[in-house]
């Protein structure tokens, strides 16, 4: 149960043109479901720091399955997670994050995108998983 | 005054049957009085990136001879260990690490569990930390 | 096609049975086939340094599916892949390291020991993964 | 002088058929005249543990503006570089790393192949970098 390259290229695809929808410039990383990058791209003048990001957005999400963003939320300060992004060499627990699923709901990877507001990442990371 | 591999291999037994009787599926990580890593087991399906965190909760406990989630409480914002986390290589500083003491009181290692929600967590470590 | 738990502690009990055959103390590591820890046990008395040997040897095993030893040949100086060493946070290409199949021999996995003569390491550890 | 993601694409695709021509699985990476990620692909069935090797051949073939295997002849014991690779967070000096140059000879990034032997891995690497 492992995504493959040519769905990572599609799902790729597809998440950039939301990006260019939305007149913004992306990184974009794909993970399969042992957390290992699959594809990667850097969109032209896209942030240099976004890349480390987009790489460690799709990483979280598969580490723990969900959203990166709701990690987010449970890693404020008082709440039960935080500083949870001292593990795994570094977490990036704002939207931008979404598992990867096949037809039968089972996660096969994540997507990570990093290069405009957390709401404009997450679009477009969500864009890319849904085009399995 | 250091624990056994036999002895962590019990306390993993006893905290994988709490794991199950939560419905859970946990990372169980064993260290010993020097810190060092001894026993470990993913259960199957259990977050990948618990795995990390499971190591970081014990070792975290036997640092400072104490439950993560004390020091948690001191980490917060405005409180006396703020940001602690940056050493020793990354801590964890939220419930689910706890120290293992032998018959005398003597802590002799830790256990620190990562799969679920925090209480989930701290139950299954206390749990396993008792049947030493 | 990932090792399971269960399969993961079989593997375990009989590499320790072997190390104790060969009157050796072990580290002994089995990681997935996304090459991330399933378990792991540290015979009492092993050496500490060697902990991170076997989970490296582990790892290498299944970056490479092949042998750490059959690596270790082609890095010396002089040699194709010399100082291949450096990727991957550090490998270890001496014996010890050996993939684990199953019945179809599809690649579920990898086990990595460490603890006495490199002879004695890979033994244990092909012990192991016969034992799937 | 920069590589363009469209430009990175068409190497890729190049790499990917050549790498297809000879049987083999590589993992394929394009850094820019900055040394940092603009694509990446991991074939179905590459060795994990290439993923690291590809990005830091591309990276060591733009450190230096030359291929990675003259880097590795400098760089065996006794030679005036020996033991180079222990700088920018690793390097790999040996083949399968090529420098990208645009119509006017200019270096624009570099291409880092890793999955097979170090032959093979150069001759995608080439293959790709004179799609420009």
Do not use: C
């Not at 987009?54 to 969900?66: E, N, W």
């Not at 570094?90 to 997507?111: M, R, S, Y």
Request: net charge negative; proline share 2%.
């Amino acid at each position: 149960m492992n995504i493959t390259l040519e769905q990572a290229e599609k799902l790729i695809k597809t998440a950039k043109e939301k990006a260019k929808a939305l007149d913004t410039k992306m990184n974009i990383a794909i993970v399969d479901a042992g957390a290992n990058l699959v594809a990667f791209v850097r969109m032209d003048g896209a942030w240099l720091g976004s890349l480390d990001i987009a790489i460690k957005k799709a990483k979280t999400a598969r580490y723990f399955d969900m959203n990166t963003g709701s990690i987010g939320e449970l890693s404020q300060p008082g709440e039960s997670l935080f500083n949870i992004e001292h593990s795994n060499n570094g977490l990036i627990t704002f939207p931008g994050g979404v598992p990867i699923k096949n037809g039968k709901g089972e996660i096969i990877g994540a997507i990570g995108v990093s290069g405009s507001s957390v709401e404009n990442d997450h679009e477009v990371a969500d864009a890319g998983a849904k085009a399995i």
